[in-house]
């Protein structure tokens, strides 16, 4: 390890990339939405009255941060509860900090809202400074209100939307994230087609397992249950009624991931398709969810504790408070390597035989509360949506990645839609980028409808030649 020294204080460097989810108002939001886990941390903190993160505390923290890391960009992400309640001066100073220590690194900025509060002076401010947003939004209406209402349990998709109508105004670059849930889950195309509608062309979906609390968990008054101990199971599973129910999980991945490669593969992109293709191109997975190991990407609440992971905000994995620590010790702590092996350490000999497990790697360890059909602890709450849908992707994750491979481009897919769907439909008992049985080298992708000249017409319906088109 290497040190920075900077007024008399020494930072460690880190030269393994780390990522920290910073939630400067904590878990305060403006909305009460049913399945959200996280309304209920303000329980850990009950002697707080004042939940905004201070300039002294963010002025160590962007220094660190940045001084802590090797790499040309930096990444912060901003998250809550929910953030504009810190108002959009408090980020003007976040980007006068990173201005300052930044060094000529590059600096780029996420954030994390409901949408409620933005307005021609918010959005002002993240165009001229390049926020990327997630703008959190369920689906349609009905879909949306279903769970996301506010503290008077009134809906809220109109005031999303009008939120929305300020991101396009001012030309702020968004994504969407979507909390599956057991109600939206059962209408995929219905979300897929809304989101598309309302000009998202970054989906995240992001399934929500929450358990019923054991007499731990009441102990310190909270409502969801802990998320389990490594290699341990839960003989009792009791979840949510909001909870995603894992079949439908598959089934609700699979029907977009067969429209989304029929017609917009290229102009749409879905955080999961996009990880499993890197997945199935054997470059590691861009998730810290289906990553081998974890432990890169922390949380820090309002008053600057540091938590090993935005799900595991529990006193047992604090890991220091900022003021006190630098960054990189508590980054790189021998407590949070451990934390981060544990997921591939702790893997069930079910899931290392498994033949979906380059795909997914067991997932979070935060939904691993299940017992193997063996009797082992660790399987992972979603594993039977997961099966179902990387064995339904294969074959078109397979042409795509070889397509890559040759310099082409996966938008080659849908050439012939019939194919695309053809692929997509047809499960092979061989999975993966080797699958249990080596596969041989393949060089030719042969796609059914595909010109024999490449000064034909293109049979997209272009009307340019193929060779300018999609050959």
Known sequence: MSSLKKGGMSTIKSHLPYHIMVKPIGPICNLDCKYCFYLEKENLYPETHNFSMSDELLEKFVREYIESQDGPEISFAWQGGEPTLMGVDFFRKVVQFQDRFSNGRQISNAFQTNGMLLNDAWCEFLAERNFLVGLSVDGPRELHDRYRVDKGGKPTFDRVMHGLEYLEKHSVEFNTLTVVNRHNSQRPLEVYRFLKGIGSKFHQFIPIVERLPDEEDKAIKLKLGEPPEAGHADT????????????????????????????????????????ALGNWMQVGSGLCIFAERCGRALAMEHNGDLYSCDHYVYPRYRLGNVMDQSLGDMVNSSCQRKFGNDKFDTLPAYCMECEVRFACNGECPKQRFLQTPTGEPGLNYLCAGYKRFFKHIDPCMRTMAELIAQNRTPREIMVNSEFAGTMAARERTSTGPEGPKKRGKSSTIIIPGQPHSRNAPCPCGSGKKFKNCCG
């Open 236 to 275: 009792d599973v009791r979840v949510t009624e909001w909870t995603v129910v894992p079949r439908q999980f598959g089934e609700f991945l699979v029907k977009i991931f067969d429209e989304w490669v029929r017609a917009d593969v290229g102009d749409i992109f879905v955080q999961m398709f996009d990880v």
